[in-house]
């Protein structure tokens, strides 16, 4: 387990995110096809060459499913009661197929529940592809185990 107890998290801190993806056709594809997004910027090549982007864009929720993903080892990877949201969701710009993509997420939120066991953690995510263009940015609101609060055989 490598994520945050709660008391962990600090408000604006930034967490730079070392794992990166470079997405591949047929990552793009296989999420297209998985969720039913048949859309024809996503697949198909001579739609999109009549576009103003000019060739084929990656789903933009695949971009922010791989941007989670990417946050979860040093975030919230085994200290996660769940996820309570993703917010004001932006793609200032696009992703095409072998773009690498990296992210860091800032912590912009933390209090405590109601009955002091857990703790609500927003934070500010972003997404950058090789070029350091911001091609996604979110908040993440997480219910968060608190370290104080886990069974002792469960560490």
């Given at each position: 387990m490598?994520?945050?107890y709660?008391?962990?998290?600090?408000?604006?801190?930034t967490?730079?995110?070392e794992?990166r993806?470079?997405i591949?056709e047929?990552?793009?594809?296989?999420f297209?096809?998985?969720?039913?997004n048949q859309?024809p910027?996503?697949?198909d090549s001579?739609?999109?060459?009549e576009?103003?982007?000019g060739e084929?864009?990656?789903?933009?929720l695949y971009?922010?499913?791989l941007?989670?993903?990417?946050?979860i080892p040093e975030?919230?990877?085994?200290?996660i009661?769940?996820?309570?949201?993703y917010?004001?969701?932006?793609?200032?710009?696009?992703?095409?197929?072998g773009?690498?993509?990296?992210?860091q997420s800032?912590?912009?939120?933390?209090?405590?529940?109601?009955?002091?066991?857990?703790?609500?953690?927003?934070?500010?995510v972003?997404?950058?592809n090789?070029?350091?263009?911001?091609?996604?940015?979110?908040d993440?609101?997480?219910?968060?185990?608190k370290?104080?609060?886990?069974?002792?055989?469960?560490?």
């Amino acid at each position: 387990m490598t994520g945050l107890y709660y008391e962990e998290f600090e408000v604006g801190e930034t967490i730079e995110h070392e794992r990166r993806r470079t997405i591949s056709e047929s990552d793009n594809q296989r999420f297209c096809d998985m969720t039913m997004n048949q859309q024809p910027l996503h697949l198909d090549s001579e739609f999109a060459a009549e576009t103003e982007f000019g060739e084929r864009v990656v789903n933009g929720l695949y971009t922010l499913s791989l941007a989670v993903g990417i946050s979860i080892p040093e975030t919230t990877d085994g200290t996660i009661v769940a996820n309570l949201s993703y917010d004001d969701v932006e793609h200032p710009n696009p992703v095409f197929h072998g773009d690498t993509i990296r992210a860091q997420s800032t912590v912009t939120d933390k209090r405590e529940t109601s009955d002091g066991e857990r703790g609500v953690v927003t934070m500010h995510v972003e997404a950058f592809n090789q070029d350091d263009d911001l091609v996604c940015e979110f908040d993440r609101t997480v219910l968060s185990l608190k370290r104080e609060h886990v069974s002792a055989g469960s560490e």
